[in-house]
Nanobody, 126 residues
Framework: QVQLVESGGGLVQAGGSLRLSCSAS????????MAWFRQAPGKDREFVAA????????TYADSLKGRFTISRDNAKNTVYLQMNSLKSEDTAVYYC???????????????????WGQGTQVTVSS
């Protein structure tokens, strides 16, 4: 079993930055690929970014490339999401997710991840 706890969400003005953190426990962290998803009100949960167990491979939703950066610190069992140049459409609940393998799936989706955090709210005011 894996427990995931997100933090770092909040209210920020458009153009600002936030860094989300996800602390993991219950499994060898480096053996799990990790990802961030988000869900806006009335919309489906969508993929944001993923990172392999070692941190050597990353992938992003096309619309977010260049603004968001995923990283991990395996010594701290933590994965991060740095979000820059935030827009009002980035407003959502952001979820951390883990899967039971260290590899990133070729077409990441909700079904590929086994464990989920409770989410952290990010609100971008325009």
């Amino acid at each position: 079993q894996v427990q995931l706890v997100e933090s770092g969400g909040g209210l920020v003005q458009a153009g600002g930055s936030l860094r989300l953190s996800c602390s993991a426990s219950g499994r060898v962290f480096s053996s799990s690929a990790m990802a961030w998803f988000r869900q806006a009100p009335g919309k489906d949960r969508e993929f944001v970014a993923a990172i392999s167990g070692s941190g050597s491979s990353t992938t992003y939703a096309d619309s977010l490339k260049g603004r968001f950066t995923i990283s991990r610190d395996n010594a701290k069992n933590t994965v991060y999401l740095q979000m820059n140049s935030l827009k009002s459409e980035d407003t959502a609940v952001y979820y951390c997710a883990a899967r039971t393998t260290r590899w990133i799936p070729s077409n990441p989706g909700v079904k590929d991840y086994n464990y989920w955090g409770q989410g952290t709210q990010v609100t971008v005011s325009s």
